[in-house]
């Protein structure tokens, strides 16, 4: 794929700092719920800070602080004014910024979310800003989603399949779906979600909440 996927950036230090949990998927896949609600379901026992990237908006972030999920100021919008994915993976300095800035204000935090703004199949986090990637997909792209596959569903170390509750509607496959997916994926996680109506997304909390425990049990030297 050449240089385009090249991933110039290395993980920054990780000793002392929050996880950083990028939320990456196309266009409307549900990104920004499944966001509000692991806040409303980790906001409780963790402290959390969240960056929204929108092109040209600040809806994400918007959307969050009204539904009230987390304190207003623990949420940072990036208006990227460029191909979402650029901003998080070629010139990911304002998102930095953005972490940066929470980490200062409210820190010690123990997890940071970056949503992405809505991209395509190829859109993934570089390292020097995630240490931890979720891609979420919608079952109302096709059951052949995860067939075609690209970085985001292969190398997610998770992958939600969301908003089942339109599979009859659109006749996909939940089932081939979840072949697909474990075809490409190498072994790593797979859930089906409907944040609509079970909007407490219990594995994908608990998957988060493993991650942000074993984050802060590391060794001091690892990233
Ligand atoms: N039916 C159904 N709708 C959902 C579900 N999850 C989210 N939605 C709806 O899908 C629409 C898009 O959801 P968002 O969370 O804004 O999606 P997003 O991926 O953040 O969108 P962008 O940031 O614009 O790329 C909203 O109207 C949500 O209410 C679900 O599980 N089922
Ligand atoms: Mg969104």
């Known amino acids: 794929m050449g240089a385009h996927h090249e991933d110039h950036h290395h993980a920054p230090d990780s000793r002392g700092r929050a996880l950083r949990l990028g939320v990456g998927g196309p266009v409307g896949s549900g990104k920004t719920a499944l966001v509000a609600a692991l806040c409303r379901e980790l906001g409780p026992a963790l402290s959390l800070g969240v960056v929204t990237n929108d ?20 949420i940072l919008a990036v208006q990227t004014g460029c191909c ?9 300095a304002a998102n930095l910024d953005a972490v940066e800035t929470l980490e200062h204000r409210f820190g010690p935090l123990d997890l940071v979310i ?57 006749g996909a496959d939940l089932g081939v779906m979840d072949r697909d997916a474990a075809a490409v994926r190498g072994g790593r996680p797979v859930v089906f979600t409907s944040v609509r109506r079970e909007p407490s997304v219990p594995e994908v909390a608990t998957w988060v909440s493993h991650q942000v425990r074993d984050w802060s049990n590391r060794p001091a030297r690892l990233g």
């Open 114 to 170: 970056v949503e992405s703004g809505g991209d395509n199949l190829t859109a993934t986090f570089s390292r020097g800003l995630a240490d931890r990637q979720v891609f979420v997909l919608d079952v109302s792209g096709g059951d052949k989603v995860p067939r075609k596959g690209g970085p985001g569903v292969t190398t997610a170390d998770l992958l939600v399949v969301n908003k089942t509750d339109l599979a009859p509607l659109v």
């Open 84 to 92: 979402p994915h650029t901003a998080i993976r070629d010139d990911i």
């Open 55 to 74: 092109i040209y908006t600040t809806e994400d972030a918007d959307f969050l602080r009204r539904a009230g999920v987390l304190d207003e100021e623990r």
